[in-house]
């Protein structure tokens, strides 16, 4: 059966997040699934999990820049076209929730139906992910596990449905 809603004359709503690494820990797989399971309400919702390239555990700056670069060229790789994609990373905007979906709305009403959330590694993205994306997005200045990113991008598009639909959850 198809949860996904349809916005102002567009298809399908799909959400996708592209994460480097996977989750390891029982209490982020069940963070991730509850959220996942209330987003279903509005948008399909799809997470892609891809390998973090191994590193020595004292790499250097060029080891990780050239890891970085083939994980780059893996995600950008995976990425279906035609999707509007933001890049999770320290360097990029920090908005409200609010301004999240004010600005899901007014994609929405201009037909974008495919979203990409991109969320790095232990070592973060690389430039040309970075470039290569329609917007860059910060939750913190402070770093944070890509664990916990993945669980609070899922809040905060949660956050965002809600408050589009007028629900309670905002307040």
């Known amino acids: 059966m198809d949860k996904s809603i349809h916005f102002k004359g567009t298809t399908v709503l799909t959400i996708e997040i592209w994460c480097v690494g996977g989750l390891k820990d029982k209490y982020w797989k069940e963070a991730c699934a509850e959220y996942s399971k209330r987003l279903s309400a509005w948008v399909q919702i799809k997470i892609h999990e891809l390998k973090e ?9 060029t080891e990780i820049k050239a890891s ?11 990425l279906p076209k035609n999707t509007y994609r933001t890049a999770l990373c320290v360097e990029g905007r920090q908005i409200s929730s609010e301004q999240l979906a004010k600005e899901l709305r007014q994609h929405l009403n201009r037909g974008v ?21 329609n917007d860059k997005l910060s ?28 629900g309670h959850y905002h307040k």
């Open 139 to 166: 939750f913190s200045k402070m770093v944070m596990p890509h664990m916990m990113a993945r669980v609070f991008l899922l809040e905060q598009l949660y956050r965002a449905f809600s408050i589009l639909h007028n």
């Open 68 to 78: 970085l670069e083939k994980e780059g060229i893996c995600i950008l790789d995976a």
């Open 113 to 133: 139906s495919r979203f990409c959330y991109i969320i790095g590694g232990s070592h973060g993205l690389s430039e040309q992910v970075k470039t290569e994306t």
């Open 53 to 61: 390239r191994p590193l020595p555990a004292r790499a250097s700056e």
